[in-house]
């Protein structure tokens, strides 16, 4: 059963977090690449996360197999995480208006390396274009900041 | 697979914490980050297991994991296929990996709370550069090569830091010389030298470099933070990206207060040294099975000690440990015999005395001694110093030895293996900055001369 994403994680979903994005074959054999930008659609119903396609090959065809998906966002100053787990709805070649969302994404996601020591001159060599724009339907919201409460699954109100 | 034992030693400084993949019996996938990969011999890795959760839950169910590692220097990312092995709940990497992680709970106050359940063993399968994940580097050039001339240039330090090391003929001199050699052939322009105190529980800075004034006489429990844990363990302790573990420490912290576990969760220790401090190094001085003290090395580069600077350091400890320990015994059989004459002779002091007086008060509750209310010492080194106020005081004497301070109960010094040598650098280091007019130098192995160049005035109070 689809769920929305919680009201107060569509801020941090589009605010230049870190992206880990993990999907798995016929054989389980899991797959973990980055994600390059993430957006919430309207009714929070369904999330869209970027993917370089010169390094997607074996998350496309996973996906394609069998659409399970899992995606970390997480803030690198203070490690506040969270997983949506989910189901893809389906993947297309992103457009100018998805390139805008991206390069939103890299500049808040290169000063927050920034603040955690990583050369701006480094970070902004993480190449995201072009992307493919991967839309799935979310099923459950996971707490994954580390500690003892991680992996537990958050209340989801309407 | 001989890819994986050629990645750089960065890659798992756990600088930008690595990413791993993996799936449930059912087929649902998971990601999530990992605190720490350790590179094994024969193609394996270890991650540490500190808490139960999806990712270990997954590998029982089905072994099969994915890591995405990231190379903080020039951030390449490599993917790595691995297969879950077995978990370590003892032995010398469960201790290497418990070690390192008790040493940022402790420091972030989450001593028991946060620690090591399993060190988990993965055999890799297969490891990979992504080709595309970056752009080409451009105008903006190739990342800085890494120097490969350090292992000649380090041992050519080595060298020096052990011929100056054995020069020296007091502790005072012993240390300032080791501090000062590891910056001139090291470059370690931020280093210290702690030991432990009377009670053998705490240790305090008897000699440090570039931290101003303020770093000698700090104190940390043995046990507690990374220097602390250091000396309990007796283990080498090497953290880059300090920020980034603390960080993470904090935020298993902050998630423990969320979830309100059942204990209460101890002050944070502040580090002491840089406040900006990116990698810290410490070495346990050990002499036999003894510890001696703990050498600690900062810098505000993350990536300022790799591996080959922590082989090389423990030889440099090793060294530090016997050089300290042959001039304290020297120090100790020559301090017997009545000086003929000054071996060393007294330090002219041009400047006139001072004609102000400089009022100090020891408050016995507390067992310490303030000067113009300002703090200056407090426990041995504080006794000792009002001992020798008054004593220069009353009678005018300016000629003492470690052997009367020794003999001496009401000072409290341990019978056996007493550290009355680094308390008088501790003492002497103090009073060059908080009171400048007491001076107090070595005249001869076991022998000092203490004087005063201004007016005294003496207070005791608590009874």
Partial sequence: MPIPLPEALTEFVEGGMSILVGTRDAALRPEASRGVGASVSPDRSRLTVYLNVAVADRTLANIDENGEIAVTFSRVVDHRTFQVKGKVLGVRRSGKKDRGIQEQWLAAFVEQLYLAGLPRSISRRLRFWPSVAVEFEIHDVFAQTPGPGAGRKLEVAG | ?463
């Fill in chain 2, 1 to 463: 697979m001989s890819s994986f034992d050629e990645l750089p030693p960065r890659c798992f400084q756990g600088v930008i914490p690595a990413a791993i993949a993996t799936v449930s019996r059912d087929g649902t996938p998971n990601i999530t980050y990992l605190s720490q990969l350790f590179r094994l011999e024969n193609g394996r890795a270890a991650l540490s297991c500190q808490f139960f959760n999806k990712t270990k839950q997954n590998v029982f169910e089905n072994p099969y994991a994915t890591v995405e590692l990231w190379d903080p220097v020039s951030f390449d990312a490599y993917r790595l296929e691995l297969r879950y092995l077995h978990s370590e709940t003892a032995g010398p990497l469960f201790d290497q990996m418990a070690m390192r992680i008790q040493a940022i709970a402790s420091h972030t106050g989450m001593k028991g709370v946060f620690r090591l359940i399993s060190a988990d063993v993965y055999e890799v399968l297969a490891c990979e550069k992504r080709e595309g994940f970056l752009e080409p580097a451009g105008e903006l050039g190739p990342p800085e090569p890494l120097d490969d001339q350090l292992p000649r240039t380090e041992l050519r330090g080595l060298q020096l830091v052990t011929q100056r090391t054995c020069r020296a003929q007091t502790l005072d001199d012993l240390l300032t010389t080791l501090l000062e050699s590891l910056k001139d052939a090291f470059g370690f322009r931020h280093s210290m030298v702690l030991m432990p105190d009377e009670s053998g529980e705490r240790l305090f800075t008897v000699a440090s470099r570039g931290y101003g004034d303020e770093g000698v006489g700090a104190e940390i429990a043995i046990g507690d933070g990374l220097l602390g844990t250091v000396a309990s363990r007796k283990q080498l302790l090497c953290i880059s990206s300090i920020e980034g573990e603390l960080r993470y420490g904090r935020a298993v912290r902050a998630s423990v207060q969320a979830t309100r576990t059942r204990r209460e969760l101890t002050p944070e220790i502040p580090l002491p040294g840089l406040p900006d401090a990116q990698s810290q190094l410490a070495i346990p001085l050990v002499a036999g099975e003894r510890l001696v003290g703990v050498l600690a090395v900062e810098s505000r580069s993350a990536l300022e000690f790799d591996e080959w600077h922590e082989a090389f350091l423990q030889i440099v400890g090793n060294q530090a440990a016997v050089a300290i320990e042959n001039v304290l015994l020297r120090e100790r059989s020559e301090g017997d015999d009545a000086p003929e004459s000054h071996a060393v002779p007294i330090p002219e002091d041009d400047a006139p005395p001072s004609r102000i007086p400089r009022r100090f008060r020891f408050f016995r509750n507390d067992d310490c001694v303030f000067v113009d209310d300002e703090y200056l010492i407090r426990n041995v080194p504080g006794r000792i110093l009002w001992k020798l106020l008054r004593e220069h005081l009353e009678t005018g004497r300016t000629e003492f030895s470690n052997r009367e301070l020794r003999l001496d109960a009401a000072l409290g010094l341990p019978a056996i293996r007493d550290n009355l040598e680094s308390r008088l650098v501790l003492l002497r280091k103090r009073l060059e900055q908080k009171c400048p007019e007491l001076r107090l130098f070595s005249t001869a192995r076991g022998h000092f001369h203490f004087e005063a160049r201004c007016p005294l005035r003496l207070e005791e109070a608590g009874g």
